[in-house]
């Protein structure tokens, strides 16, 4: 029997069974479908994420962000929003007494670099992976009264564990199992995420232009390569979605600042933007993480750093938990309220800000452009959030 079976060796999920790992105890990470190996010569995955200053030490404490190619980290040191009127607010790295706001990496190489440091880690005889997903999770217990999950893979093995920690995503698993129940909505609007070559270097800086039909960004990533990020309707992201990239750079280059420069499209991805929050994150033997527990609108690019932490507080409780046994106490008390009463708190700014800048109502549109106008001379309050949303605060 295992100490910890870990559904999803996502980048939660795989950080998640590092730490453990670390620990002593003994993990079965399932993951159905590993990542490719990363290959210099590979072109940019569609998926990034922005890293803050708070998960970019939480991960190099663990021993992964050493394995992440350095060459294919990015970092930026100033962010700044704007209305199309010309009212806006900056953000620089000085602020908040740093060099740098955070990281954009893609999502496979996090993965791989937790994935690799726990198979190179002195306790790595303490992991097992199963390329497998459970079809089924029985929460019961065993001959000696302790509680245990028992699951069934889908590659008809099973496996016993003290606990299971669902880091599986949105479609969790094992919160369906453990019997927990969501709330949430899907937003208006989707998201077109587009990779794209730019033919001359850009600033550390990333940017956000808001419009009544959806914000419009930019991520610069490694090298050369960026990703625009159109917000828009269903609709009209799925127009663009299927157009060629002659077609969608052009839609690109009349819709968007040309901050950027010249650029040529290399990818697309599109995906619809959803709110879920699980009712509880522990219940039985199963504790939820990451997207299994919550879902945010990624305006402000929050959504992997509030998953980290709950992976950065659920190792620490259980590093100070004497015995694996009282763990039910300590996640009750410590875990579970302290996390959902801080990503309850985020996920409700993010929809403030989401409702207050996809509106064209005049007396709302004043009120931001206001809002704009007083944040930009606010320093001290503008080193607060930025702070927070770093997560050194």
Not at 38 to 45: G, K, L
Not at 117 to 127: G, I, R, T
Not at 269 to 286: D, N, S, V
Not at 358 to 369: A, G, T
């Amino acid at each position: 029997m295992y100490d910890f079976c870990v559904n999803g060796a996502g980048m939660t999920g795989a950080a998640t069974a590092l730490g453990l790992i670390q620990q002593g105890y003994s993990v079965a990470l399932l993951e159905p479908r590993l990542p490719e190996p990363f290959n210099a010569e590979q072109p940019p995955d569609l998926r990034v994420s922005a890293i803050s200053l708070a998960s970019a030490r939480m991960l190099e404490a663990l021993g992964a962000w050493q394995h992440i190619p350095v060459a294919r980290i990015r970092k930026y040191d100033r962010l700044s929003v704007w209305e199309d009127d010309g009212a806006r607010t900056d953000f620089d790295a000085g602020m908040a007494d740093t060099d740098t706001l955070g990281y954009f990496i893609e999502n496979r190489l996090i993965q791989l670099a937790c994935l690799q440091a726990a198979q190179e880690n002195a306790h790595s005889q303490k992991l097992s992976l199963f390329q497998a997903a459970p079809a089924s999770i029985q929460f019961n217990q065993n001959v000696d009264g302790e509680s245990v999950a028992n699951l069934l893979l889908d590659s008809e093995q099973t496996i016993s564990a003290r606990w299971v920690i669902g880091a599986d995503g949105a479609q969790s698993v094992v919160r369906r199992e453990a019997g927990i129940g969501v709330s949430g909505w899907q937003y208006e609007q989707h998201a077109l995420g587009v990779v794209v070559k730019l033919d001359e270097p850009v600033a550390d800086w990333t940017w956000q232009e808001f419009h009544s039909s959806g914000p419009r960004a930019f991520l610069p990533m490694y090298d050369n390569m960026g990703s625009f990020i159109w917000y828009d309707s269903a609709t009209t992201v799925k127009q663009l979605s299927r157009m060629d990239h002659t077609t969608l750079k052009q839609r690109i280059a009349d819709a968007f600042p040309a901050h950027a420069g010249n650029f040529s499209v290399v990818g697309k991805a599109a995906f619809p933007l959803t709110r879920m929050h699980a009712q509880h994150y522990l219940r039985h033997q199963a504790i939820l993480l990451g997207d299994a527990a919550h879902t945010i609108n990624p305006l402000a690019g929050q959504g992997v750093n509030i998953g980290f932490k709950d992976v950065a507080l659920l190792l620490n409780l259980i590093s100070t938990c004497e015995n694996i046994s009282a763990l039910d106490e300590v996640l009750a008390q410590k875990y579970e309220p302290v996390r959902r009463r801080d990503n309850l708190a985020m996920m409700s700014a993010m929809d403030g800000f989401y409702w207050l800048f996809s509106n064209d109502n005049p007396p709302v549109k004043w009120l931001r452009n206001k809002m704009l106008r007083v944040a930009q001379r606010a320093i001290p309050a503008k080193r607060l959030v930025l702070k927070y949303a770093m997560g050194i605060q």
